[in-house]
Every structure is written in structure tokens, then in C-alpha cells.
């Protein structure tokens, strides 16, 4: 019986650890716009901290616009909507907007679902934004 006990707890701590390393992102400042490149699974924690404050900073050197390109994400959660919600608040408090560039068909399918879609700009290229 201990022995399942320490491998129940080994499991959980192997999940914990991995958690946060699904997701991958890139950022840079393209024609006045920020550019976020999400891969992987976008579930809010530790990286959806670290993207907040990429996009945080972005804003305080006066950036308006934010490109989100989640075609390479697989899987959103609900943290990981919040954190498209938060930065798409953040943007527009600021004047800005976001756009969400080119979704996969399980993500768009959630944001039909949740109506995002009509809160979030959805584009097909980045040279529908940056002109």
C-alpha cells in the first residue's frame, strides 16, 4: 500500500512539473503591433503570467494592437481563455485591439462555443492587421 501511495504521489508531481512546459511562445514588436505565437496547450499558470506581463510591457512602451497567432495551439482551457480575455481587456483599455490569427478547427470550435468569436477579431494573415 505505500508503494502505490508514493507512486500516486511521484505521478502527481511528474503532471505538476510538466503542466507548464506544453506551451511554447514567442513575442516580438512588428509595425507597432505585438505579435504572440502560442504552440501547445494553453492553460493558464505560469505562462499565461508571462504573457500577460509580455503583453503588460508591450502596452507601457505604447503598443495598441496585439496579434495572437494560436494556429499552432491544440488545447485551451478555461485559465488559458481568461488569459486571451485579460489581454484583449488590457488592449482595449488602451485604445488597441486584438486579433486572433488563424485558429485551429478544435480552438475555433471553442470560441463558437463560448461566443468569443464575436468578442475576439478573428483574421487568416497577419497582413490583415499590420498595414
Do not use: W
Request: with cysteine; charged share 25%.
Amino acid at each position: 500500500m505505500h508503494h502505490v501511495q508514493n507512486l500516486i504521489a511521484r505521478i502527481k508531481k511528474i503532471k505538476t512539473l510538466n503542466s507548464g512546459q506544453d506551451m511554447k511562445y514567442t513575442s516580438e514588436i512588428k509595425n507597432d503591433a505585438l505579435v504572440l505565437r502560442l504552440s501547445g496547450d494553453l492553460i493558464g499558470e505560469s505562462d499565461g503570467t508571462n504573457i500577460l506581463q509580455v503583453a503588460s510591457d508591450a502596452i507601457e512602451q505604447g503598443i495598441r494592437n496585439c496579434i495572437i497567432d494560436i494556429s499552432e495551439l491544440r488545447y485551451i482551457n478555461s485559465s488559458g481563455i481568461g488569459v486571451l480575455i485579460t489581454i484583449l481587456t488590457k488592449f482595449r483599455n488602451k485604445g488597441g485591439e486584438v486579433y486572433l490569427l488563424n485558429p485551429s478547427e478544435s480552438v475555433k470550435k471553442l470560441l463558437v462555443i463560448t461566443k468569443l468569436n464575436s468578442i475576439f477579431q478573428v483574421v487568416k494573415s497577419e497582413s490583415e492587421v499590420l498595414k
